[in-house]
């Protein structure tokens, strides 16, 4: 059987305002491995640090992009791509 298609993204621009507790609390991006935010979270960011690339385990990738209504930075550029998961065989 095979797993389905896995969603990857990776990252071209990165300039999200970032707190000085490293909490990303203001504004961020995060990423969940699934249909929802209730899925497991793969990584929030934020700052001018370019994420490595992330990949799900789910075929499914759900972005969620908060904002305050202060200080707006460029915001992020994330290419997406998906590719075949391993296949796996059950007797
Ligand atoms: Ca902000």
Same mark, same amino acid.
């Given at each position: 059987?095979?797993? #389905?298609?896995?969603? *990857? *993204?990776?990252?071209?621009?990165?300039?999200?305002?970032?707190?000085?507790?490293?909490? *990303?609390?203001?504004?961020?991006?995060?990423?969940?491995?699934?249909?929802?935010?209730?899925?497991?979270?793969? #990584?929030?960011? *934020? #700052?001018?640090?370019?994420?490595?690339?992330?990949?799900?385990?789910?075929? %499914?990738?759900?972005?969620?992009?908060?904002?305050?209504?202060?200080?707006?930075? #460029?915001?992020?550029?994330?290419?997406?791509?998906?590719?075949?998961?391993?296949?796996?065989? %059950?007797?």
């Amino acid at each position: 059987m095979l797993i #389905g298609l896995i969603a *990857c *993204c990776r990252f071209e621009e990165f300039d999200i305002e970032a707190s000085s507790n490293g909490n *990303c609390e203001y504004d961020y991006v995060a990423f969940y491995d699934g249909p929802s935010t209730n899925s497991r979270l793969i #990584g929030r960011y *934020c #700052g001018v640090t370019v994420p490595d690339p992330i990949t799900t385990r789910t075929n %499914q990738l759900t972005v969620n992009f908060k904002t305050d209504e202060s200080v707006a930075k #460029g915001g992020f550029m994330a290419i997406f791509t998906e590719t075949h998961g391993k296949e796996v065989y %059950q007797q």
